[in-house]
């Protein structure tokens, strides 16, 4: 049996096992693996800190580099993230719904587990813990396979989850950290149908489109983000200027950060003078259209390119338009389906937006940052979906979770 037909047999073994715990054992073991976490805060940090290094040689940018470094307070909160999901109503064994047919049977809809749910992800080490609380809540055994960028911090991590759990007397295999960075795994990965119920792809465009196109597993797709602010002709500059700052800056290389700014021509001269030099200051390079940069000198010269552009760096295109209607228009034809707001004053515009833009998330007067499994209350996310079957958005413990028919009946046999 192959390594990775050997870590498939395994977790099928262990995702029947899962289905047997209830909501206190999985709690329990949530919470053991977040001391874990917290004990071994130095030994992951040291583990890190080579995949750091390495990333520093071999020149990767300074965005990228924050994605895959583990910091205290990081550790903390992929400790939290884990208590957080064992607080959390496990939605396994719900009934959704009952009906009583004429016959007298009665049929009944049930969450259940998905059973083996496989992840494929690029540099961020504290998915491995979010991927692993959220699975392990819903009964799921997961295969993970990171990034060789960030293989020393997502090994630690793994171990230190194992130790916590074969603490608690529960099932470690729940968690299976595939170590070979041969990228052929990821090609054997796809093709598990036998031990794989569901792919989920996180990372850049290029994995992500190369999983949905060559896998014969089911896959739930997670995008990029090209995400949009549009400042409406009636927003507060101040607000805008505050949020978009956020938005941008508070984290350059994640998905949820803002990437294009959308600026109606009736306030641009007044707002974008305002932008420019707040995110001048944090060394933000604008790349705008002509009217743009008749505001404003500095402003770049934008490209068709730029307009669907995820840079996960320190660049933002601008656009101006003459309308919300051409607004909403330009975010559709561009946009990743992700993350997109609107800063206005004018409650029709708000609604409008909302109604009318095609993503996940859309928000009125707050930045994009907040498309979280985190911040939407569900102590972690395995990732969000920009598709729209099954699960949209921040993916939580329900996105993992299936549903089958119990039927009881009293002998009816049908004519």
């Keep these: 049996m192959s390594y990775m037909g050997a870590i498939g047999k395994r977790a099928k073994e ?13 709690n ?30 071999q020149g990767m940018k300074p965005s990228l580099i924050d994605r895959l470094l583990l910091t205290p307070q990081r550790i903390r909160s992929m400790a939290e993230g884990l208590n957080q999901i064992a607080e959390l109503e496990d939605p396994v064994g719900e009934t959704i719904s009952v ?15 998905l059973g083996v749910i496989g992840i494929i992800y690029e540099s961020r080490p504290n998915v491995t813990a979010d991927a692993f ?15 060789s960028d960030a293989i020393c911090s997502n090994r630690a991590i793994a171990k230190v989850i194992r130790e916590g759990l074969r603490g608690a007397g529960l099932p470690e295999d729940a968690i299976l950290l595939v170590e070979d960075t041969d990228r052929a795994i990821v090609t ?10 569901v792919l989920i792809p996180r990372g850049g465009r290029g994995l992500i489109r190369h999983v949905i196109q060559n896998s014969t597993v089911p896959v739930i797709e997670t995008g990029t983000g090209n995400c949009h602010i549009y400042v409406d002709e009636t927003a507060d500059p101040e607000m805008a200027v505050e949020i978009i700052d956020n938005a941008k800056t508070q984290r350059v290389g994640v998905c949820n950060a803002c990437e294009s700014l959308v600026i109606h021509e009736k306030i641009a001269d007044r707002v974008i003078p305002m932008i420019y030099d707040r995110l001048h200051q944090k060394q933000v390079e604008i790349r705008g259209d002509e009217r743009a940069r008749s505001i404003r000198e500095g402003i770049v010269p934008a490209t068709e390119e730029d307009w669907g552009t995820e840079y996960l760096d320190l660049i933002i295109s601008m656009k101006t338009v003459g309308s919300i209607e051409e607004a909403i228009g330009h975010i559709n034809r561009y946009n990743s389906g ?23 998330a859309v928000y009125v007067n707050a930045s994009t940052r907040f498309t979280d499994g985190f911040e939407f209350g569900y ?37």
């Design 14 to 26: 262990t995702s029947r096992e899962m289905q047997r715990l209830g909501q206190a054992e999985k």
């Design 338 to 360: 992700h993350s997109e707001a609107i800063i206005t004053r004018d409650y029709d515009h708000a609604r409008k937006f909302q109604d009318e833009i095609d993503a996940a």
């Design 379 to 415: 102590g972690a996310e395995i990732g969000i979906s920009t598709q729209k079957l099954h699960a949209r958005g921040p993916m939580g413990l329900l996105a993992l979770t299936t549903t089958k028919y119990v039927i009881d009946g009293q002998g009816q046999i049908r004519s």
């Design 99 to 113: 009906k009583i047919r004429p016959n007298g049977l009665r049929i009944g809809q049930r969450r259940v587990p």
């Design 28 to 57: 329990r073991g949530l919470r053991a693996a977040a001391e874990k976490l917290t004990e071994q805060t130095d030994y992951i940090l040291a583990e890190n800190g080579k995949d750091a290094a390495r990333a520093r040689e």
């Design 188 to 197: 054997e990965m796809m093709r598990m149908n036998e031990y794989i119920d």
């Design 133 to 147: 609380g959220l699975c392990f809540k819903t009964g799921n055994a997961t295969i993970l396979r990171g990034g």
